[in-house]
């Protein structure tokens, strides 16, 4: 069974800094598109960021551009979505999901698989 664990999450202060994890297990995310996705209190889910299979496209949105990196190691089965500068607005439950096409665009109707997500919250 194809499942996705997020982990990495946890109170940071203003300007600090964390990084996601989303392992998988019972496949290899080697070939699957990767999305990062985010839902902040009484907000609809949004799109971070993605990557593509192999790591050599990714995709980010405005609100996080020049903050936030996405990265995979396919050995390691993990994508990481570091994080840094991070404001209040930034406070959400982040969500790892896999896709087997990769359309450029951070939209999650294209993906199948969903982690049950890590709580980042951002407060002095």
């Known amino acids: 069974q194809l499942q996705l664990v997020e982990s990495g999450g946890g109170l940071v202060q203003p300007g600090g800094s964390l990084t996601l994890s989303c392992a998988a297990s019972?496949?290899?995310?080697?070939?699957?598109?990767i999305g990062w996705f985010r839902q902040a209190p009484g907000k609809e889910r949004e799109g971070v960021s993605c990557?593509?299979?192999?790591?050599?496209?990714?995709n980010y949105a405005d609100s996080v551009k020049g903050r936030f990196t996405i990265s995979r190691d396919n050995a390691k089965n993990t994508v990481y979505l570091q994080m840094i500068s991070l404001t209040p607005e930034d406070t959400a439950v982040y969500y790892c999901?896999?896709?087997?096409?990769?359309?450029?665009?951070?939209?999650?109707?294209?993906?199948?698989?969903w982690g049950q997500g890590t709580q980042v919250t951002v407060s002095s």
């Open positions: 999901a896999a896709s087997t096409v990769y359309s450029g665009r951070i939209d999650q109707r294209t993906y199948k698989w």
């Open positions: 019972g496949f290899t995310l080697n070939g699957y598109a």
């Open positions: 990557i593509n299979g192999n790591g050599g496209r990714t």
